[in-house]
């Protein structure tokens, strides 16, 4: 494994709140607790984006070999491959097929030929531009169930969180080509150099950067249960 640099964990725990946030106030429109957030007018993307720019970035920090890129991967998809089953009992009409941890996994794994030292950072930049580029020219497109992580979804489909290859693959290429120019070889380069040492203030966020992926798989239930507890009617009446 690679440094850890604090500017890094706070931008990462930046978004992971930003998410956090999201679906607070998703699952409270949910429940039917309020109605004046509407999930198909105020978007999550933008914390999203961040974060998938920052999983990007990180890929250079880590300094693992392709098998361990690999190995990362796989136990994101299987991370994903979890939520989607939990989803498809507890809300089937809004299932998570590919969602965002199945993207960083899949995204993890394709990024391998970008991630050598001897591919320039425009490489992944270009790349990341064109995929992003693309995705312009699917829209409306409809596909199957096969093409669901392209960005052409059947019609009809619906999901809680949906982040497809095209075009957040895309993001997660800037985010390497990022790294490569501020951390080259997994250390702060000459513009990373100039960052001044972490505030005090930063440690709380720095923390929940640190520790992203269990946050992420626990906050859900955790609002949940927070929302039962505060408000038990509102959940039995969406329930029964």
Not at 152 to 181: H, N, Q, R
Request: proline content about 7%.
């Amino acid at each position: 494994m690679g440094e850890r640099y604090y500017e890094v964990d706070a931008v990462r725990g930046t978004a992971l709140l930003l998410m956090v946030l999201y679906h607070t106030l998703f699952c409270l429109s949910l429940f039917s607790i309020i109605t004046w957030f509407d999930p198909q007018v105020i978007s999550g993307a933008a914390g999203a984006a961040v974060f998938i720019f920052i999983a990007g970035l990180s890929l250079i920090l880590a300094g693992r070999r392709p098998s361990g890129v690999v190995r990362r991967g796989v136990q994101l998809l299987l991370l994903g491959l979890i939520i989607t089953a939990v989803t498809a009992v507890v809300y089937p009409q809004g299932c998570v097929v590919f969602g965002i941890l199945h993207l960083i996994g899949c995204g993890t794994i394709l990024s391998i030929p970008f991630l050598s030292e001897t591919v320039k950072w425009y490489v992944p930049a270009a790349a990341g531009l064109g995929i992003i580029i693309l995705s312009c020219f699917l829209q409306g497109i409809s596909g199957n169930l096969l093409l669901l992580p392209f960005g052409m979804p059947y019609p009809g489909f619906t999901s809680i969180d949906y982040e497809p290859l095209i075009p957040w693959f895309g993001v997660m290429l800037l985010g390497i080509s990022a790294g490569k120019i501020l951390y080259p070889s997994g250390k702060r380069g000459a513009l990373a150099s100039r960052i001044p040492p972490m505030p005090a203030a930063l440690s709380p966020l720095c923390f929940v950067g640190r520790h992203t992926l269990l946050i992420y798989m626990l906050h859900i239930p955790v609002i949940i249960l927070l929302i039962f507890l505060i408000f038990p009617d509102a959940v039995f009446a969406f329930l029964f």
